[in-house]
């Protein structure tokens, strides 16, 4: 009693009442209280053989046909007995029934009896008011009339009772629960019509009522089973539509599926055909990702899209959800651990009911759809949503596939655009900046930094909430790696991994390129730098050139402005005042000699004829000339020379001239007289092949440390104005290097200068 | 030294040839030569010297290379084949190796290179004279 809704209860219970009280006054309904006779009792037994007997006899299993033929009895019984009798024969009748259905709650059986108890006393005051008094000639047609309006009222009444009270048990209309329908209204009516025929005849011989009884029985059964084939097909009919409309809306789910790659899309179209189907106060789905063990929430309200939640899916409340492969039916009172666990916003535990249908592929499950409702859901629901789960189980796969691939599409393409800028960036900071933020991009990831080592330096430690540092790599060496912060909610999917390790090969290819390319720079500047100083020297040779024609041009006069100056000094005596500017004459006479004679040194190096010859003979030739100039300034050239040194390639004129001009540097040197030692030696230095080494070793003044580094450099001299050009180290400096060879100084203050030249042995021939 | 240079001259005068074309030249080498007690003669050009070498013997002959028409080279191819022994000192006004080897290769006693001293040039001479040729 306690399940049925409260209005339903109020019904049962107000027509038990009904019943009770139709029952207590039995001996006072009209016509008088029930007469036990021999017509009453056949009826009885009949009644009583109907409802336990009679239907098994025909037709074995179908007891509903029993009302039916009890319906027939009782409008017959209504008509040929008193009211009093009618209500006695209900009880006695629906309390054998009661007796045989046990097993039925005691209250519909109780409610069973008084319901009928209810149309029979009030069909049979109906038949006392309308019954006319005979039944011969055309009163038979009144009298019909009356008896069918009678029948019509029970049906109406007994049908009434019980459509009312099954839409109040089940909360359905009237016409769904279907006793009122047109196939049972002709139905009753031929029963009714049957008892009808069974009361006329039994006023004229009750004997012939029993013979009809049978073939009308039959007929009865015959009408009924096609009443119900009829019935059995619209059924037919309406499970059709519904199944229709089912496969309308997987049809409508599929399509809007098929379309769908994006998660939000496939949400949209799932839960609106969920919603046509159950009409579900919560509605989510959570997504199972199997690489990061992340559980996804999507969750629908009545407000809408809730914010997405990830959880992880090794909550031991999860698993078993996680892993059905057929739908649960939950009670949130009861599971109420494992719809906490399935419910992060909450809302599922409002519900009486709560679904988990799973979406399940063919190895694997994607996620599951949990459904809050009042009331469980039907089978064929239940089915129609596994189904929907399965199409959005391929759906979502397609979309995560699609997600994957566009991921993995925008991690190649990154990796591309990194390998262009490698090509076009040779500056190491913005190569990394930039590379950075490209990947940060692509890989959807908080922040990626670049750290690269110091040289030789230990590896940076790992910072406080990074998910992973990539090393990079440069010829099996660690020079720095590369730092990811996922996003909040984010994981690492295994395909991240051998990508970010692509990238960081690049990355290393990309700064050791740069680094070659600063590298490169510095030389390329190095030999901008040396190609400027050829040019100074193509300039110089050029000017050597022109000093070369210009010097030769004045050499003429030159030579008569020196002889003749010497001329008027040796004519003039001693004492003589114009003697001094004489001398002058001749001393600027004797510098300009000296500038013409190093430009023509200058000059003469283009033109050089290498001949296989002996450094010695060279300097012999050369020291009888300078010795002249030594003796005038009370020095002595000692030379020291190795017979045996090997013969070399050279332009002999252009060696002597190298050797004049440091001896008589060495001479300058010496302002108070003094010695130089020349000496010659074979020497064999390491990795250049033999060599015949020249030195000249003086015992003068020695060169400033400041000066060393200068005194081969172009018109640098410390001879003061008039006494030196400045040019003819450096002469003998580019000669020495044209024959493949090299000079050196070393120097003591105040103790003297050593001039070393060293130059190849010539090749055997 | 020119004075006592002027002193030896007298034991030994010897005739000496000047030829160049350029007259302020020529005459400081013949006076520088004839202070030192030489007996000079002077011509002006290749030409001019070829015939007073033909006309009259010299000692010795200074010419200088480049000339106009004939140079001092010719000079001293003529000089040398009709005086075996006679002893000639060449200058050049630009000492390229080139030059210096041909000059020497034609058999020049001495090579001066412009502008020297007339010292160097009175060195040169005597030097040439007073020794025996190789």
């Known amino acids: 009693m306690r399940q049925l809704p409260p209005r339903a209860r109020y019904f049962v219970l107000g027509t038990i009442l009904a019943g009770g009280i139709i029952t207590a006054g039995i001996p006072f309904l009209p016509g008088g209280p029930p007469q036990f006779d021999f017509h009453f009792l056949i009826f009885l037994a009949a009644a009583l053989l109907a409802q336990l007997v009679g239907v098994r006899f025909f037709m074995p299993g179908r007891e509903g046909q029993a009302w039916s033929l009890i319906s027939a009895v009782l409008v017959a019984s209504i008509i040929l007995f008193s009211p009093a009798s009618n209500v006695v024969l209900v009880l006695i009748t629906f309390t054998a029934y009661w007796i045989k259905r046990r ?525 002249k100039r030594a003796e005038s300034a009370n020095v002595t050239i000692n030379a020291q020379l190795d017979p045996l040194v090997p013969a070399i390639m050279a332009d002999i004129n252009q060696l002597k001239q190298v050797f004049i001009n440091i001896l008589n540097n060495a001479i300058d040197a010496m302002p108070d007289g003094g010695q130089v030692e020349v000496a010659t030696r074979a020497v064999n230095a390491n990795g250049t092949g033999p060599l015949v080494e020249i030195s000249f070793q003086d015992r003068g003044t020695g060169i400033e440390p400041q000066y060393l580094e200068k005194i081969f450099d172009p018109f640098f001299t410390t001879k003061g104005a008039g006494r030196g050009t400045g040019l003819g180290l450096p002469i003998s400096k580019r000669i020495v290097e044209r024959h493949g060879g090299s000079i050196g100084v070393s120097s003591e203050r105040g103790k003297g200068s050593c001039f070393t030249i060293q130059l190849p042995v010539a090749a055997a021939a | 030294m020119l004075v006592k240079d002027g002193k030896e001259s007298l034991v030994a005068a010897k005739r000496i040839l000047v030829v160049d074309d350029e007259a302020s030249i020529r005459d400081l080498c013949a006076r520088v030569l004839q202070r030192a007690g030489f007996e000079v003669a002077v011509a002006s050009s290749g030409e001019e010297a070829m015939g007073r070498l033909q006309a009259e013997a010299f000692d010795g002959v200074v010419s200088d290379i480049r000339m106009p028409g004939l140079s001092g080279l010719d000079v001293l191819g003529t000089a040398k084949q009709l005086y075996p022994g006679i002893r000639v000192v060449l200058i050049t006004g630009f000492g390229t190796a080139q030059t210096l080897d041909r000059a020497r290769q034609s058999g020049a006693d001495r090579i001066l290179t412009k502008p020297f001293n007339p010292v160097e040039l009175l060195g040169a001479v005597r030097d040439i004279l007073t020794t025996k040729q190789p």
């Not at chain 1, 005849?201 to 009924?224: A, C, E, K, Y």
């Not at chain 1, 691939?405 to 262009?420: F, M, N, P, Y």
């Not at chain 1, 999917?493 to 680094?515: C, F, G, H, K, Y």
């Not at chain 1, 510098?591 to 003469?604: N, P, T």
């Open chain 1, 103 to 627: 097993n039925i709650p005691w209250y519909q059986n109780l409610w069973n009896i008084a319901q009928h108890e209810v149309a029979v006393v009030l069909a049979a005051l109906a038949w006392e008011v309308v019954r006319p008094i005979g039944t011969s000639g055309v009163e038979a047609v009144h009298w019909y009339a009356a008896a069918v309006t009678t029948g019509g009222v029970f049906y109406i009444l007994n049908n009434l009772q019980t459509s009312t009270v099954i839409a109040l048990a089940s909360g359905r209309s009237f016409r769904q629960v279907g006793v009122l329908s047109r196939g049972n209204f002709y139905r009753e009516l031929v029963l009714t019509w049957m008892g009808i025929i069974v009361a006329d005849m039994w006023f004229d011989n009750p004997w012939r009522t029993v013979l009809i009884i049978v073939p009308l029985i039959g007929l009865s059964q015959m009408l009924r089973s096609e009443v119900e084939d009829a019935e059995r097909i619209r059924r037919a009919q309406v499970e059709a539509e519904g199944r229709a409309q089912q496969l309308a809306s997987l049809n409508e789910l599929a399509r809007g599926l098929t379309s769908s790659l994006e998660f939000d899309q496939i949400f949209d179209v799932l839960y609106a055909q969920l919603e046509k189907t159950v009409s579900p106060e919560v509605l989510s789905v959570a997504l199972f990702d199997g690489q990061t063990n992340q559980v996804e929430f999507h969750v629908k309200a009545d407000e809408g899209m809730l914010p997405v939640v990830t959880r992880p899916a090794n909550a031991p409340e999860m698993r078993g959800v996680l892993a059905t492969r057929t739908p649960l039916v939950l009670d949130p009172i009861r599971n109420r651990e494992t719809v906490h666990a399935m419910s992060p916003h909450g809302r599922l535990l409002g519900s009486a009911c709560v679904t988990v249908v799973p979406m399940a592929l063919a190895e694997r499950t994607v996620g599951v759809i949990l459904l809050g409702t009042a009331a469980p859901p039907a089978g064929p629901q239940l089915d129609l949503i596994s189904t929907m789960a399965s199409q959005a189980a391929v759906a979502v796969e397609k979309a995560q596939l699609f997600q994957r691939e566009r991921r993995k599409s925008a991690q190649l393409s990154a990796i591309t655009q990194v390998s262009k800028k490698i090509v076009t960036i040779h500056n190491v900071d913005i190569l990394l900046h930039q590379t950075a933020r490209l990947i940060e991009e692509s890989f959807g990831f908080a922040r990626i930094d670049i750290v690269l080592h110091s040289n030789g330096g230990p590896p940076p430690a790992r910072a406080d909430g990074a998910e992973a540092d990539i090393p990079i790599l440069y010829r099996e060496q660690t020079i720095g790696v590369m730092r990811l912060w996922l996003r909040p909610g984010a994981a690492l999917s295994a395909d991240d991994l051998p990508m970010l390790q692509t990238l960081a090969d690049e990355i290393a290819v990309a700064i050791e390129n740069a680094r070659l390319y600063e590298h490169l720079q510095q030389q390329m500047g190095m030999l901008e730098q040396t190609q400027l100083q050829l040019l100074q020297s193509a300039k110089l040779a050029t000017i050597g050139e022109l000093a070369a024609f210009v010097a030769h041009e004045i050499n003429n006069p030159l030579t008569s402005v020196l002889g003749y100056a010497s001329l008027i000094l040796s004519e003039l005596p001693p004492d003589d005042p114009k003697r001094a500017d004489i001398e002058v004459i001749e001393k600027e006479a004797l510098r300009a000699r000296a500038i013409v004679r190093d430009l023509l040194g200058y000059a003469r190096q283009t033109d050089s004829a290498m001949e296989q010859m002996r450094v010695n003979d060279a300097l012999e030739s050369v020291l009888p000339l300078i010795r």
